[in-house]
């Protein structure tokens, strides 16, 4: 199954914090571009040169990705058994 969600829930729940912590290993980031009314205009891999975030930046990921799994364990469960 494949069920489209948007980039603003992907980031939200800390999932993009989480991909872009793997991929800075390798040197890339997803990056996410904004139109003035808040709303994804694009989206890109991209080169970096810096690895990891600032210590508020992780904080927040981590919360933000320990509640996304708090919220939807139940039905990554389901998913995992079916």
């Known amino acids: 199954m494949v069920s489209a ?10 999932l993009l914090w989480w991909t872009n ?10 990056v996410l571009e904004y139109s003035d009314d808040n709303k994804v205009t ?5 080169r970096v040169k810096f690895r990891g975030f600032a210590e ?3 904080n927040k990921g981590f919360e933000d990705l320990t509640e ?8 990554l469960r389901k998913d995992c058994n079916e």
């Open 21 to 30: 912590r793997m991929l800075h290993l390798f040197g890339y980031a997803i």
């Open 5 to 14: 969600r948007t980039w603003e829930e992907f980031r939200t729940s800390g």
């Open 42 to 46: 694009r989206a890109y891999p991209a």
């Open 56 to 58: 508020v930046t992780e």
């Open 68 to 75: 996304y799994l708090v919220n939807n364990a139940k039905v």
